[in-house]
């Protein structure tokens, strides 16, 4: 009984919930965007975050098919070939009118590329991903 009533390690409390400073420092690397770059950890949607670990190249299609305005169409070879999410940012932040900078988009990309892929289809307005997927 003593195991089920223990507090979760330190180690997973952490990463469930990063100290705001590290948080705020992740953010340095996606100037201008409105969501968290951390936004499935910090905003609670955990089905979409593990969906975004477990199928990244489903997410990042949808995420270059609605930056593409051709969200309708999203496809199998959409989620084999699909960009880079790198490219996916640069395309968000043209339509979007946030300030160039492919320096910290190149990092964020680099580090987390999951949170990006993530943070990508928000800032695209795909809030529910699962949601999304049952309807294709």
């Given at each position: 009984?003593?195991?089920?009533?223990?507090?979760?390690?330190?180690?997973?409390f952490?990463?469930?919930?990063?100290?705001?400073?590290?948080?705020?420092a992740l953010?340095m690397?996606?100037?201008g965007?409105?969501?968290?770059?951390?936004?499935?950890?910090?905003?609670?949607?955990?089905?979409?975050?593990?969906?975004?670990?477990?199928?990244?190249?489903?997410?990042?299609?949808?995420?270059?098919?609605?930056?593409?305005?051709?969200?309708?169409q999203?496809?199998?070879?959409?989620?084999?070939?699909?960009?880079?999410?790198?490219?996916?940012?640069?395309?968000?932040?043209?339509?979007?009118g946030?300030?160039?900078?492919r320096?910290?988009d190149c990092?964020?990309?680099?580090?987390?590329?999951?949170?990006?892929i993530?943070?990508?289809?928000?800032?695209l307005?795909?809030?529910?991903?699962?949601?999304?997927?049952?309807?294709?």
């Open positions: 009984s003593r195991l089920l009533h223990s507090p979760p390690p330190a180690r997973l952490f990463f469930i919930h990063p100290p705001a400073k590290m948080a705020s953010n690397l996606s100037p965007f409105k969501n968290d770059l951390l936004g499935c950890l910090l905003g609670g949607d955990i089905p979409g975050c593990l969906f975004t670990c477990i199928c990244p190249s489903i997410v990042n299609a949808l995420g270059r098919t609605k930056a593409d305005d051709r969200f309708d999203c496809g199998i070879c959409d989620c084999i070939c699909c960009g880079n999410p790198w490219q996916v940012r640069q395309v968000i932040r043209k339509k979007n946030y300030a160039e900078d320096v910290m990092l964020a990309s680099c580090l987390c590329q999951t949170c990006v993530y943070q990508n289809a928000k800032e307005g795909i809030d529910n991903v699962i949601h999304i997927m049952t309807r294709l």
